[in-house]
């Protein structure tokens, strides 16, 4: 569920209160079992491992932040403490600092690995006066708790005045939709858990929350592990920080200390190189990503130059072939040119054939004219020698005779005249075709 004003996650199924008292180590949810195959099934390091593991990792980094509000010789008690690495830090810092656990066999467990105290039992159970503590912790605790209101009103009511709570819980980011989360695969979803993560605060829902419990003063502080996780103090007060130099002074007072002291500049140092690394990382994978997309401009460059070189090679096999049938088409006007050369040495042999034919045919023009002026002279002087018929009839027929000459001489020169005019007419005929020709050529 989700409270519509807070936004906060709420699980429907609660577990009865029986798992805030264990009595049998083998059966209970939060006993051994918990610690050990429970947490291997979700892929996570058990007890062990993480009693190695946490102290230069978590418990340093909370120690730095608690030193910046809270200096030794507070007194601390830390809520579901789990190994108690952070007890133990919290002790050689300087603090006076106990450990409260609900198994038995966890109590035991950090008590002999780390030589602190840890109490059995839920913070309801245990007797501390008012004002017992200047610091509370609960590291990722606050999710698991039946009733948060009650155990952390009661956790304020153990504070002195000027007392805090550091606390760690995991954070619902408000406006965050199951199907968005599903899509982004984000890693808050490992968070919902319904049998132990019984309540999800977004940053709103903590400040509404302790608003209501009158502890409105809160300091949000980067989580180690700020992809799903809250980190924050929270105090009845105004909380001031420490300077440097009252941290360094706090932790030389004693051995345990300077050796925190020395712990938190590795930590420093760590961190400073870390940050390092992860630059050089986030410029490494920023060139990666250059040189990725280098290359892939690189590759489309080189699709492209084939291709180009592709299109030169066809061009130039086209201005091959074009020079090809340029030089084939330069011989064939060559020849034409030959050709139209030869033709009109020839036009002009004809035409000068044509001239003569010409003057011939003007020539055999002037004789029939002369031949038919004579036949009409012939046709008058017989007309008028009717009445000597019978003595002119030979000279008749002679002259009959020499008609039919003329006229058979003059069906000649005729048929001459219609071959001339036919060849006249057929070269007239090739030449203009010829012409034509050369012309279109030409063009």
């Not at 699980?11 to 429970?38: E, G």
């Not at 490992?190 to 999800?200: A, M, R, V």
């Not at 920080?241 to 941290?247: D, F, K, L, T």
């Not at 003569?356 to 008058?380: F, K, P, V, Y």
């Amino acid at each position: 569920m989700q409270c519509a004003k807070c936004h906060t996650l709420i699980s429907r199924q609660k577990p009865s209160h029986h798992i805030n008292h264990i009595t049998d180590d083998s059966m209970a949810f939060y006993s051994k079992n918990y610690w050990f195959s429970h947490q291997e099934n979700m892929g996570l390091p058990n007890l062990l491992s993480r009693a190695r593991s946490d102290l230069p990792e978590r418990c340093i980094y909370w120690m730095s932040t608690l030193l910046n509000y809270k200096l030794p010789p507070s007194r601390v008690l830390e809520v579901g403490c789990g190994h108690g690495g952070f007890v133990a830090l919290l002790q050689w810092a300087g603090f006076d600092a106990t450990g409260l656990e609900l198994s038995p066999w966890v109590v035991d467990f950090a008590g002999k690995n780390f030589s602190i105290p840890v109490l059995f039992g839920s913070l309801e159970d245990q007797h501390f006066e008012r004002d017992s503590f200047d610091v509370i912790v609960l590291m990722d605790v606050m999710e698991h708790l039946i009733d948060p209101a009650t155990t952390i009103a009661r956790c304020l009511t153990l504070l002195k005045p000027e007392g805090i709570l550091l606390i760690q819980t995991p954070c619902f980011s408000e406006n965050a939709s199951y199907d968005q989360m599903v899509k982004e695969k984000s890693r808050f979803l490992s968070h919902l858990k319904k049998d132990e993560h019984l309540y999800l605060f977004s940053r709103q829902g903590i400040e509404l929350f302790f608003q209501k419990l009158e502890a409105p003063y809160i300091a949000f502080e980067q989580p180690i592990f700020s992809h799903y996780d809250m980190f924050f103090i929270v105090s009845k007060k105004p909380v001031i920080a420490h300077s440097p130099e009252e941290r360094e002074q706090a932790l030389t007072a004693t051995p345990g200390g300077r050796l925190i002291l020395a712990m938190l500049d590795m930590h420093d140092d760590y961190n400073s190189l870390k940050a390092k690394y992860e630059k050089a990382e986030t410029d490494r994978a920023a060139r990666w990503e250059q040189i990725d997309e280098l290359s892939k401009l690189l590759k489309d460059s080189e699709a492209d130059r084939h291709a180009r070189l592709g299109q030169i090679d066809e061009l130039s096999k086209l201005l091959k072939d074009s020079e090809t049938d340029r030089d084939a088409r330069m011989e064939q006007i060559n020849g034409l040119s030959r050709l139209l050369n030869d033709s009109e040495t020839d036009r002009d042999a004809r035409l000068m054939q044509i001239d003569e034919l010409s003057r011939l045919l003007g020539i055999s023009e002037a004789d029939r004219e002369a031949r038919l002026h004579q036949i009409n002279e012939l046709s008058t002087i017989i007309k008028d020698s009717e009445a000597d018929r019978d003595a002119r009839l030979r000279q008749i027929e002679d002259l009959s005779m020499a008609i039919k000459d003329s006229e058979a001489d003059r069906d000649a020169g005729l048929q001459q005249i219609n071959i001339l005019r036919s060849k006249i007419e057929r070269i007239e005929s090739s030449m203009l075709y010829t012409l034509l020709k050369k012309i279109r050529l030409i063009k």
